[in-house]
């Protein structure tokens, strides 16, 4: 499973760093990505990571502010987020590609995610 | 950026009813990277199809996905009370994930 935590009432221009444990998997093993969803909208992709975590990819909308991150030997993933905006407010997932092949044809999907944290950002 | 447009963005059904939902992409994706998920209130998205039209685990054949290139279809044959929720579409490209906005599906 995956348990996010971290999330908070944080003011604009502040940090925060997110985090998302992992357990009853091989870690190591999977690409990671947060996914967010503001207040009554839709789904949006934030953010992922190699399991090795030396590549990394970002939405355009966080590029430069967001940094992904893993700690494979405490099967956790992270996400620093600077300078934060009100636009950044939202259910913050982590959720797992399993990246699974089969019959010559691989497949990218998301087939586990956590909970969700909430991150507000409010002065 | 590839852009998926689902429709309608809400749809009025009873149970037992056929469900249709649509995903629309701005150009080609493949399939094996276009997936549906099925969220509920408070709750996290719950995977349902990959590779366009296979089942993940655990779900029921009243599921079904289909569809190539720019034009894929998620289709619940008949409702049951507990299939009433928002469904999105993803899709993988060039290293970027995007979502469809979501269709609500909401008993009449």
């Known amino acids: 499973q995956l348990l996010e935590s971290g999330g908070g009432l944080v003011q604009p221009g502040g940090s925060l760093r997110l985090a998302c444990a992992a357990s009853?998997?091989?870690?190591?093993?999977?690409?990671m990505s947060w996914v967010r969803q503001a207040p009554g909208k839709g789904l949006e992709w934030v953010s992922t990571i190699s399991g090795s975590g030396d590549s990394a990819d970002y939405a355009d909308s966080v590029r430069g502010r967001f940094t992904i991150s893993r700690d494979n030997s405490k099967n956790t993933l992270y996400l620093q987020i600077n300078s934060l905006r009100a636009e950044d407010t939202a259910v913050y997932y982590c959720?797992?590609?399993?990246?699974?092949?089969?019959?010559?044809?691989?497949?990218?999907?998301?087939?586990?995610w956590g909970r969700g944290t909430l991150l507000s950002v409010s002065s | 950026e590839i852009v998926l447009t689902q429709s309608p963005g809400t749809l009025s059904l009873s149970p037992g009813e056929r469900a249709t939902l649509s995903c629309r992409a701005s150009q080609s994706v493949s399939s094996a990277y276009l997936a549906w998920y099925q969220q509920k209130p408070g709750q996290a998205p719950r995977l349902l199809m990959y590779g366009a039209s296979n089942r993940a685990a655990g779900i029921p054949d009243r599921f079904s996905g289909s569809g190539s290139g720019t034009d894929f279809t998620l289709t619940i044959s008949r409702l049951e009370p507990e299939d009433f929720a928002v469904y999105y579409c993803q899709q993988y490209a060039i290293s970027l994930w995007t979502f469809g906005q979501g269709t609500k599906v909401e008993i009449k």
């Open positions: 009853g998997l091989t870690f190591s093993s999977y690409a």
């Open positions: 959720a797992k590609d399993p990246w699974y092949c089969s019959g010559g044809i691989c497949y990218h999907y998301f087939d586990l």
